[in-house]
């Protein structure tokens, strides 16, 4: 049996069965029905042998019938799919689908395209058998490329359920829709399989009319919200989840979090499990992120918690490390006694709203199939009603009168099915639309040195007069099969000094390039090279300059600190020795007020437990190194950053003009809101940035140097935290450090 496509429109049309959800069936639908086992086989209508068909010669005998007034109707196709669509509307969806694209690479790769329910089950790892980046291959890899497709069906149809109709039609049904993976059929013909474990809790085994009783009462369900089915995917940050009652959306939401570095294929967390963790902020960040998934997963299965009771199963995809998310072990976190939780049998791409509606469409719809003999019969009928209509329109309008003629004496082989076998039908008509100047089928030895990119060869066969027009067995000319610019480069050559000598048109030769054209190529080549190379040496005496200055004012900074520290010392002797007697210890703390254009924030500096990045701190504070900076970083729930006088986040050096270490200490610790931390790029990379949190953040202990915290000014902090923000996390309206005032006292004023 096969799934039935849509086929093209014309007078003689195969009989049009809609595939239709199971919500929208009539209540006496299943009545009578029967179970079918698992088919062996599938041949899907015009799958393999689409190839060899092409739609061209169709269109162009309705064009013709219509300029002698026959009345078709308007048509919304896609060649390249071998589709066609209801409405304008559905076709330019069409366009833009992944399916179509992957089938226009197919198509210019010279393979056979594949249909929807093919694509469908294509798994990630099952594009690289396609080699699409290649436009080489052989008949071999062809026929890998069915028998890949064939398993993939093959798999495809143990996931289904086939019914007959008490009308003779047969149906199919996914068995995840009424059925756990842990359930199989025992039907009535089986001796042996799960039959010999039918009541010893081995396989838990259904009749053939349980199963037709739970499909009947899956279409008879009231709409009362008590029978409601909920996917759930969660893939690489993504998570996505609905609610459907019957073909209703009741709720839905989806959440997208950053957790995987660009490039790198895999969560943070599967990261630092390999034993080699990375202490970059970006890694924080997606740490962060991942744990902000979780909690925002649960909250959201929390609220839900109605629709999980009433809910008559879950369908989840959430492979590997992504479980976690949805999964406490091996327990659901919205475990119901009630509800069943299935995988999804079908290929998910990133999880959205707009793929779970695909899904739960794709699990609840009820596909009607054919068998291999009627496939057989109405393609054969299909075929010879188009060539016949062809035939019929007269010698004027069809150019390929001789050709066709030569292949058969005369237009009534054609319209018998019985006649000929069908795929010499279908190469048949694949031949009434080529043109009667395309050589196809013949391959020369200017085809295999333009493959194998050898330019001096192609060079000589052309001026041994070889044909550059003649096409090889899959429609290719020599040009086409040029993979290197240089062989490209000598088909124009060619063309511009033998312009008249053949069709470089029908050849596929784009132009001709002459010498004054290379020259000319040449010259802008070497402009462009050198204004890059002025430019790059530009920037090189910027960089030097630069960090000099950058030295410089760390130079500075250092000689200000030291001035500022020796008057602080003075001051903090000749306070102690007015309030205080001789025995009290001395102030080791002090502080200092962010004056920002959003108010000011006062910080105390923990200068004992943290010696060198306080010193650091206070110093670049009393040069005014940080006057007029922005906070370039602002992530909601998370913190706020700053301290870079470029604003890109990547400068700033410390008074030392070079990296200093960390000083993390087991007291300090990420665990309020107002945290004021050092900033690094790694272990001992600390310079001039810094950061303040907005909640306390524990994944942060142990990698960043915490050397004080807010004391006032929290409202400021909020007003910084509601702030709008664009790409890159950087604040829409600028939150500017105008100043900053050092003071002895953390209680001064």
């Known amino acids: 049996m096969a799934t039935v496509p849509e086929p093209p429109s014309?007078?003689?049309?195969?009989?049009?069965?809609?595939h239709r959800s199971i919500f929208e069936l009539d209540t006496n639908f299943f009545n009578s029905c029967i179970l079918l086992p698992t088919p062996h086989s599938l041949t899907p209508l015009f799958t393999e042998t689409s190839n060899n068909f092409n739609l061209q010669a169709i269109d162009e005998a309705e064009e013709e019938n219509r300029s002698q007034n026959t009345i078709i109707s308007t048509r919304w196709t896609c060649n390249t799919c071998k589709t066609e669509f209801e409405s304008l509307k559905d076709q330019r969806s069409h366009f833009k689908s992944d399916i179509h694209r992957f089938n226009v690479k197919l198509s210019l790769a010279g393979k056979n395209t594949v249909k929807e329910d093919d694509f469908e089950e294509l798994t990630p790892d099952s594009f690289k058998d396609y080699d699409i980046s290649s436009i080489s291959g052989s008949e071999d890899e062809t026929e890998k490329d069915i028998h890949h497709r064939r398993g993939f069906v093959s798999e495809n149809l143990k996931q289904k359920l086939f019914i007959q109709l008490q009308t003779g039609e047969r149906v199919s049904v996914w068995r995840s829709l009424i059925m756990n993976e842990s359930e199989d059929i025992?039907?009535?013909?089986d001796n042996i399989g799960c039959s010999d474990n039918v009541g010893n809790g081995m396989?838990?085994?259904?009749k053939e009319k349980d199963v037709i009783e739970r499909l009947k009462n899956v279409v008879y369900e009231p709409r009362e919200k008590t029978h409601f089915r909920i996917v759930l995917l969660a893939s690489g940050g993504h998570f996505a989840g609905c609610v459907f009652d019957g073909n209703l959306v009741v709720a839905h939401k989806t959440f997208h979090r950053y957790v995987v570095r660009g490039k790198a294929g895999k969560k943070q967390s599967s990261k630092d499990a390999s034993g080699r963790a990375a202490h970059s902020a970006g890694a924080s960040l997606r740490r962060y992120n991942e744990l902000a998934l979780k909690k925002e997963i649960q909250e959201l299965f929390a609220t839900w918690k109605p629709y999980f009771d009433a809910s008559s199963c879950v369908f989840i995809y959430a492979p590997s490390s992504n479980r976690q998310l949805l999964f406490n072990g091996e327990k659901p976190y919205f475990s119901n006694q009630h509800c069943s939780v299935r995988n999804v049998p079908l290929t998910v791409r990133r999880p959205t709203f707009k793929e779970a509606r695909r899904l739960y469409d794709q699990l609840t719809q009820v596909a009607h199939e054919v068998d291999e003999k009627e496939i057989a019969s109405n393609t054969a009928n299909f075929i010879s009603d188009s060539l016949s209509s062809k035939c019929t329109v007269g010698n004027n309008s069809l150019r390929l009168g001789e050709e066709v003629l030569v292949k058969s004496s005369d237009c009534a082989d054609y319209t018998d099915p019985e006649a000929r076998p069908l795929n010499q039908s279908l190469d048949e008509a694949s031949a009434l639309s080529l043109s009667e100047n395309d050589d196809i089928g013949t391959s020369t030895p200017l085809h295999e040195a333009a493959l194998s990119s050898n330019a001096e060869k192609v060079s000589e066969l052309l001026e041994q007069g070889l044909d550059p027009c003649v096409r090889d067995e899959r429609g290719r000319t020599p040009y086409m099969l040029a993979n290197e610019k240089e062989v490209r480069n000598v088909f124009r050559r060619f063309m511009a000094s033998n312009l008249d000598k053949w069709d470089w048109h029908a050849a596929k030769v784009p132009s001709a390039l002459t010498k004054e054209m290379e020259e000319s190529q040449a010259t802008k080549q070497a402009e462009k090279d050198a204004k890059r190379k002025a430019r790059a040496k530009e920037l090189k005496k910027l960089r030097k300059a630069k960090e000099k200055k950058a030295q410089a004012e760390a130079e500075a900074a250092s000689l200000n600190a030291s001035k500022v520290a020796q008057a602080?010392?003075?001051?903090?002797?000749?306070?102690?020795?007015?309030?205080?007697?001789?025995?009290?210890?001395?102030?080791?703390?002090?502080?200092?007020?962010l004056h920002t254009n959003l108010g000011d924030i006062k910080c105390e500096i923990f200068c004992d437990e943290v010696p060198k990045s306080a010193e650091n701190?206070?110093?670049?504070?009393?040069?005014?190194?940080?006057?007029g900076t922005i906070f370039h970083r602002n992530i909601k729930g998370f913190m706020i950053q700053g301290g870079d006088p470029t604003g890109t986040g990547k400068g700033g050096t410390s008074i030392w003009g070079k990296k200093f270490n960390d000083e993390i200490r087991e007291s300090l610790k990420h665990n309020a809101r107002g945290m004021l931390s050092m900033a690094n790029s790694g272990p001992n990379t600390n310079g001039s940035q810094f950061f303040i949190t907005f909640a306390k953040q524990p994944h942060l202990n142990g990698l960043y140097t915490v050397f004080g915290k807010v004391i006032h000014g929290f409202e400021v902090l909020d007003l910084m935290e509601k702030t709008p923000i664009g790409p890159g996390d950087r604040p829409l309206a600028e939150i500017r450090l105008n100043r900053v005032t050092i003071h002895a006292n953390p209680l001064a004023g």
């Open 186 to 189: 025992l039907f009535e013909s």
């Open 617 to 627: 701190f206070l110093a670049l504070c009393g040069s005014g190194y940080y006057d």
């Open 10 to 18: 014309t007078t003689t049309a195969l009989p049009e069965k809609r």
């Open 203 to 206: 396989v838990p085994c259904l």
């Open 568 to 593: 602080q010392g003075a001051s903090s002797s000749s306070v102690k020795r007015q309030t205080q007697p001789t025995s009290v210890s001395r102030i080791s703390k002090e502080s200092v007020t």
